[in-house]
């Protein structure tokens, strides 16, 4: 599990962590991830914008060989808007 921008938070099966983490997971098992929206870090504020698996905010995934990680993408505040247009 990781963030685009390093550093920012993920709640996995409950918990809260600081990406990037590695877990071990034994393939068909599930679990519940979640990309906290709104983060900040530094002085920049970030927006959630997409999983790379293209999954909402807070969705179950099932672990399979095919897919070994999971990228929350973030958007800086300040370009939002503009991002969310296209």
Do not use: C
């Amino acid at each position: 599990m990781t963030t685009h921008v390093g550093g920012l938070k993920i709640v996995v099966d409950g918990v809260a962590y600081t990406a990037p983490q590695q877990f071990n997971w034994k393939p068909g098992s599930r679990h519940s991830i979640e990309a906290p929206d709104e983060q900040v870090q530094g002085e920049t504020r970030y927006d959630f914008g997409r999983w790379n698996d293209d999954g909402p905010e807070t969705h179950d995934i099932t672990v399979s060989a095919d897919r070994t990680i999971y990228t929350a993408n973030f958007i800086p505040r300040g370009k939002s808007q503009v991002a969310k247009r296209n």
